[in-house]
């Protein structure tokens, strides 16, 4: 049984387009992530959402959108995608402040 | 700002030479420290939680510590199939849940 899933887990497009990705989790937990690993595999946090409530939302350009629509899914969607918006994006989950379970990635790729 | 250093970058052992990674941070109150692997192509797999000086924490053929400034992973006798990278983050007691991360060490173990 996948715990945190991901789709899709590769995503080429073109510079400019908006693209979403897809996260569930079915461990039951509270608080769900979003995470950004670039190039030199440097793993940074970007929003989080406890309970469908935004409660973490870093630095990050108004051009990436969170969206919780229930506690078990949390979407990120890119608007006018940029070459720099090249990494593999992370999915996590936690109940309350013990660890984080990761999903399996979602690579995009910006040409 | 809450900060992670790990060392070294990347570590090249023989099967059954025992080593250790270094974690060091800064942060204003700590919750907690986490270690985690990754395989490549996959995401974060949790290995322990530390949450005072002193603790030690094992599994298998790794053992963590945790001093008020660093934290080490020891690996005894590795086999071929530790190899992976290994990431360390912290958490603090102020603020949401996020982990702050480390650059990780890439750990290969040749037979």
């Known amino acids: 049984d996948t715990a945190v899933s991901q789709t899709p887990k590769y995503l080429v497009t073109q510079m400019g387009n908006d693209k979403s990705i897809k996260c569930e989790q079915n461990l039951g937990h509270d608080t769900m992530y979003w995470y950004k690993q670039d190039s030199k595999k440097f793993l940074k946090i970007m929003f989080s959402y406890n309970n469908k409530e935004l409660i973490i939302n870093e630095t990050v350009p108004n051009r990436f959108s969170p969206k919780s629509p229930d506690k078990a899914h949390l979407n990120l969607h890119i608007n006018s995608l940029e070459l720099g918006d090249s990494a593999v994006y992370f999915c996590?989950?936690?109940?309350?402040?013990?660890?984080?379970?990761f999903g399996p990635g979602t690579r995009l790729t910006v040409l | 700002e809450d900060q992670v250093t790990q060392s070294p970058e990347a570590l090249r052992l023989q099967e059954g030479e025992s080593s250790s990674l270094n974690c060091s941070y800064t942060v204003s109150g700590l919750r907690g420290l986490f270690w985690y692997r990754q395989d490549p192509g996959k995401g974060p797999e949790f290995l322990f939680t530390l949450y005072s000086a002193g603790e030690e924490k094992e599994k298998e053929r790794l053992k963590a510590t945790l001093t008020k400034k660093e934290s080490f992973l020891h690996i005894t006798a590795p086999k071929p199939e530790d190899s992976a990278t290994y990431l360390c983050a912290v958490q603090a007691v102020q603020g949401a849940q996020k982990l702050v991360f480390g650059q990780g060490t890439r750990l290969t173990i040749n037979p």
């Open positions: 996590a989950s936690s109940q309350e402040r013990l660890f984080q379970f």
